[in-house]
C-alpha cells in the first residue's frame, strides 16, 4: 500500500466518530492528568490504561497515543506556568519558560510552545508515514543478531541518558531483566523465579510494575514534602505572539523540529536528548545567547518543537520492530499486548487501518491540543492548583482499579503496592528507574533473540560482528559508552540531566 | 561500614543478583548453541552481582547521605491498597473505593476526620462505580461475592 491510499485509510478509521471522539478524550485527559504536578507521562499512562480496556484495538491504540501526547503538553504548561516540570524532557522548557512567565509574558510563552509543538507534530507524523512502510520492509529482513544488537543498543543508551551514575543504571537495567525473567519460559516450559506461585507463572505485568514505581512511588515521594508544594501560578494574558516574537521563533521551531525527528528515532531516551539538544544549539548559534535562561522566547520554541517532534517519531522503533525505545514506549508495547497484538514489522501489513488510523490519529491530536490548550489554559491552570491532599487519594484509587481491572487479579494490586515502596526507595537511593522499565520488556526480547542468534550460528558468538548492521549498532552502542567517559561530554550529561527526574 | 545511599544499593544489588544466581543455577543450564532456561539468568544474575560489589566498593569514595524517609505514606497508603485488595472481591468496588479513600486521606496533615471526608469519599465510591463498572464495562463486582449471598 503506497503513502496515499494508507493516508486515505487513516483517515476514514480515525475520523469515524467513536474513534475521533476517544481521541478527543485521550488527548484532554492526558493533559489533564499531565499537568498535575509530580505526575509524567507514565503514571499517566499507567493510570488512564483501563479507561481503553473496554475498547476496540485502534480506539485504545488512538486514545493512549492521545494521552501521551497530552501528557507530554501538559507536562510543557507546568513547566512554563509553574516551573515545575512534569516531565524529564520538559526541564529546559522551565529555563526560559517560566522566566517569560515572570515577566508577564506566559501566555506568548504557551503559544511559542503550542505552536511549535503542532508544526513539529505535522512534520514528526509525515516522517512516519514515509519512513516506516521503508522501515519495516527493512525490518523484515533483520535476523536474531541485529534485533539483540539493536536491543543492547536501546539499553545502553536509556542508561547513558539518565541521570545519575552509569553504573547505578546498569544495576537497575539488569534488575530489570531478572523482573521480566519471572514467569514460564516460552523455550523449555521451565517457571522461573516463580516461588512456586501461580500467579507469577504467566510472568509479572510490566504495566503492575510501571504503576507501582512511577504512579504510585510518586505519591508516597510527594506525600513526605507536602507542605513545602508551592502553587504559585503564573497567571496568562495575550496568548497572541508578536510580529517579533513569530521572526524569532519560526527558524528555532525548524531546527528543533529537525533535531527531533532523527533523535526521536534513536532507541533510548530520545524525547529528552532532543529537548536538550536543540535548546543547546539554539544557545550555540544564537547572536544573543546572554538572553538565554533570562526569557528567550527561541529557548522555549526550539526545545518544545524538539520534543514533540521526538514523542512522534519515537513510535517508529516500536511500530516497526517491536522494539520500545523509550520507557513510555515500553508501556505502549504493554497495552498493545493486553489488546492481545504483538508489535512488529508484521503489524503494517496485518493491521493496515490500525497503523495508519494511529498515525493519522496523532495528527489530528496534535490539532485537537492546540485547539484545546491555548483556550482552556485557564482552566489548565487551576487544576494545577487543586490541593494534593484531595489529589492523592484519588490517584491511589484510580492506579488500585486500573491495575486490578488488567487482570482481574487481587495479586496484581498487592504486586502494585510493593513496587510503589520499591520505586519510593530508589527514589532515595539516588537510583532513576527508567532503565529498569525499559529492561524488563527488552530483557526477554533480548534473551530469545540471543538464543536464536546462536542457535544458528551453533553457539559461535562472533556472529554479531560478521553481520555489518548487527556491527555498526554496536559500534554505535561502544562509542555512545566511550562518550561518557570524555570529560566535556560527561560535564554536559550532569549538567543537562541533574533536573531531569 | 557507615549507611549511605551507595550502600544500600550495592547491598540490594548483591543479595538479588545473589538470590537469583543461586535459584538460577537449578535451571539447565544448556550450551552456548542450545541455551537453556538456566544460560541468560545465570549471566544477567552474575553481572548484577559484580555490578553491587563495584557499587559497594564506589561507596568508600563518597558518601551519599541517605535522605529522611517518610514511613507514615508508605505504612499507611500501602495498608489502604492492601485493604482495597482484600475488599475489593468479597465486598465490592464502592466499599473497597470507600476504604480505600478513607485510609490514604488519613496519611495527610490537611486531613480531618469529619462527615465531610466520608461524605466525599462515598460520592467518589459512587462517581468510580458508574465511570468504570457502567460505563467503562470494567468486569469488577459492584455488589461483593459474600453480600450476594446475603440476598442483597
Known sequence: ?????????????????ENFLYCFFGVFLGTAVGVLPGL????????????????????????????????????STTAILMNIPGEASSVVTTLDGHEMAKQGKAGRALAAAA??????????????????????SFALTFGPAEYFSLIVLGLITSMVLTSGSLLTAFGMALFG??????????????????????????????????????????????????????????????????ADDWRRMSAPILRGTGIGVLLGVLPGAGVLLASFSAYALEKKISRHPEQF???????????????????QTCFIPMLT?????????????????????????????????LFWGLVVSMWLGNLMLLFLNLPLVGMW??????????????????????????????????????????????????????????????????????RRALLISHGDATVFFTSPLSLGTLIVAFLLLLSIVSPRFRKVREEGLQEAD | MKLSQDVLLGLFFTTIGVGSAVMAASYPFGTSSRMGPGYFPVIVSSLLVLTGILVLFRSRLTLGAIPEIGWKPIVVVSLAILIFGLVVEPLGLPIAVFLLTVVSATTSEKFRLDWRAFAGAAAFAAFCSVLFVELLGLPVPIVGNWLQGLGL
Open chain 1, 40 to 75: 509524567g507521562p507514565i503514571a499517566t499512562i499507567s493510570m488512564l490504561l483501563p479507561f481503553t480496556f473496554g475498547l476496540p484495538i485502534d480506539t485504545a491504540l488512538i486514545m493512549l497515543a492521545g494521552i501521551f501526547y497530552g501528557s507530554q503538553y501538559g507536562g
Open chain 1, 381 to 450: 491552570a487551576r487544576l494545577i492548583s487543586v490541593p494534593y491532599h484531595f489529589l492523592f487519594p484519588v490517584i491511589c484509587v484510580f492506579i488500585a482499579i486500573g491495575v486490578y481491572s488488567i487482570n482481574n487479579s487481587v495479586f496484581d494490586v498487592y504486586m502494585m503496592a510493593l513496587f510503589g515502596v520499591l520505586g519510593y526507595f530508589f527514589k532515595k537511593i539516588g537510583a532513576e528507574p527508567a532503565p529498569l522499565i525499559l529492561a524488563m520488556i527488552l530483557g526477554p526480547m533480548a534473551e530469545e533473540y540471543l
Open chain 1, 293 to 311: 535562561g533570562k526569557g528567550a522566547i527561541e529557548g522555549v520554541a526550539a526545545p518544545e518543537a524538539a520534543n514533540n517532534a521526538a514523542a
Open chain 1, 177 to 242: 531483566v531478572l523482573l521480566g525473567m519471572i514467569g514460564t519460559d516460552v523455550n523449555s516450559g521451565a517457571a522461573r523465579y516463580t516461588f512456586d506461585s501461580a500467579n507469577l507463572l504467566d510472568g509479572l505485568d510490566f504495566v503492575v510494575v510501571a504503576t507501582g514505581i512511577f504512579g504510585l512511588g510518586d505519591v508516597l515521594a510527594n506525600l513526605e514534602n507536602e507542605r513545602n508544594r508551592v502553587a504559585s501560578v503564573a497567571t496568562v494574558s495575550s496568548l497572541f505572539p508578536t
Open chain 1, 321 to 353: 520492530l517491536g522494539l520500545p525505545g523509550t520507557a513510555t514506549m515500553a508501556l505502549m508495547i504493554g497495552a498493545l499486548v493486553v489488546q492481545g497484538v504483538q508489535p512488529g514489522p508484521e503489524i503494517l501489513t496485518q493491521q493496515p487501518a
Open chain 1, 1 to 17: 500500500m503506497d503513502i496515499f491510499n494508507g493516508l486515505l485509510l487513516g483517515f476514514s478509521t480515525a475520523t469515524t466518530p
Open chain 1, 115 to 136: 505552536i511549535g509543538s503542532f508544526f513539529a507534530g505535522t512534520v514528526g507524523t509525515l516522517f512516519i508515514a514515509i519512513s516506516a512502510p521503508l522501515l519495516a
